[in-house]
């Protein structure tokens, strides 16, 4: 079992950048595949990034492809997404979770965490 809470979330202005944290407690994420996904008010829950448990592989929605990286330390138990360039339409509460095969399946993964809300204003 494994618990996950995010951090990092909060208000920005367009532009900005923000570093969401992902820390992992109850075992070791060293052989989980992560995933960040969102969901905005009356919309569903989106992929946004995935990342294999070597780290070695990323995957990113279109909508974020070229701002948004992941990433995962190990030795923090911690994954994270670096959000650059933001924008109003990235506003949502983004949610991280820990899986055995990185995907854009929402159901694919195992463990959720609580979410971190993201308000980007123009």
């Known amino acids: 079992q494994v618990q996950l809470v995010e951090s990092g979330g909060g208000p920005v202005q367009a532009g900005g950048s923000l570093r969401l944290s992902c820390a992992a407690s109850?075992?070791?994420?060293?052989?989980?595949?992560m995933g960040w996904f969102r969901q905005a008010p009356g919309k569903e829950r989106e992929f946004v990034a995935s990342?294999?448990?070597?780290?070695?592989?990323?995957d990113y929605a279109n909508s974020v492809k070229g701002r948004f990286t992941i990433s995962k330390d190990n030795a923090k138990n911690t994954a994270y997404l670096q959000m650059n360039s933001l924008k109003p339409e990235d506003t949502a509460v983004y949610y991280c979770?820990?899986?055995?095969?990185?995907?854009?399946?929402?159901?694919?993964?195992?463990?959720w965490g609580q979410g971190t809300q993201v308000t980007v204003s123009s």
């Open positions: 990342i294999s448990w070597s780290a070695i592989t990323t």
């Open positions: 109850g075992r070791t994420i060293r052989s989980d595949a």
């Open positions: 979770t820990a899986g055995v095969t990185p995907t854009r399946d929402k159901d694919g993964y195992d463990y």
